[in-house]
Every structure is written in structure tokens, then in C-alpha cells.
């Protein structure tokens, strides 16, 4: 007898969102098992197996570091070198982008990789020393 998980159960167990499963569903992704006449979603233990097996295990931490110009890069290597001490404390894998432009410049290298890796669910986590290192607004 096979258990079924309501949209909410399954989202949790899977750690997305189950506006996440509502958009797999609609994409064609992942389709809930059956779906009520009242339009209630549900998962059976197959798929919660199927999920959790191709689920990626290998996100990593991401240290992000950033400085306005060039004549900042003393402060940049100082940045690097405090979030790596951080990062090698917790003792998890992790890799650190940096990028040397302004804060409200969203094209630059190291945020978009950050962006297309964050996107392919590649990290686990960001760490940044100041919250304007990431970007200045948005």
C-alpha cells in the first residue's frame, strides 16, 4: 500500500517550496501522482524516492567578495582572506568568487556565475563579510 503525501508534506520532506512543485507540475517537471476533483495535489512514496535520489548532493558555499575599483584591492584580499578563514572553520567544501566593480553594476562576472550557479541549484549557501558586498540594492 503505497502512502500519499499532500503538496505541503511533499514540499517539506523535499525542501522546496510547494510553489516550487506547483511550477514542476505546470512545466512538466514533476506531475503529482493524482490529483483530486477539488484540485489537491498528491505525492506517492515512489516519487518522494525518485526525487530524493536525483536531488543534488553536491552544493557547495559560496564566499562572495567585492570591491568598487581597482585601488580597493588590498580591502578585497582582506575580504577573501577573513571569509576563507570563516569558511575553512566550518570545515564544508566551499569556493569563493570575487569581483572588483560597483555595487549596483549587476553585470559583472563573478555575481553572474554566482546567479547561473545559485539558478542549477549548485549552492547550498552565500557567505559575504557585509551585505553590500553582494549588491547595493534589490
Not at 502512502?3 to 525542501?15: C, P, R, T, V
Not at 505546470?26 to 516519487?47: I, M
Not at 569558511?87 to 569563493?96: D, N, R, T, V, Y
Request: aromatic fraction near 10%; charge should be positive.
Amino acid at each position: 500500500m503505497s502512502k500519499y503525501y499532500s503538496i505541503h508534506e511533499f514540499s517539506k520532506i523535499i525542501g522546496v517550496s510547494a510553489q516550487t512543485l506547483r511550477n514542476w507540475d505546470a512545466n512538466g517537471k514533476l506531475h503529482p501522482h493524482h490529483t483530486t476533483v477539488s484540485g489537491y495535489r498528491y505525492y506517492s512514496d515512489e516519487q518522494l524516492n525518485q526525487v530524493i535520489n536525483v536531488k543534488p548532493k553536491n552544493r557547495i558555499t559560496i564566499g562572495y567578495c567585492r570591491v568598487s575599483s581597482h585601488k580597493q584591492k588590498d580591502d578585497l584580499e582582506r575580504q577573501i582572506d577573513n571569509v576563507k578563514t570563516y569558511l575553512l572553520a566550518k570545515g564544508q567544501p566551499f569556493e569563493i568568487i570575487s569581483d572588483i566593480g560597483s555595487g549596483i553594476n549587476y553585470q559583472k562576472k563573478g555575481l553572474q556565475e554566482l546567479i547561473r550557479r545559485i539558478s542549477q541549484n549548485q549552492v547550498e549557501k552565500v557567505v559575504v563579510l557585509y551585505k553590500d558586498r553582494l549588491l547595493r540594492f534589490g
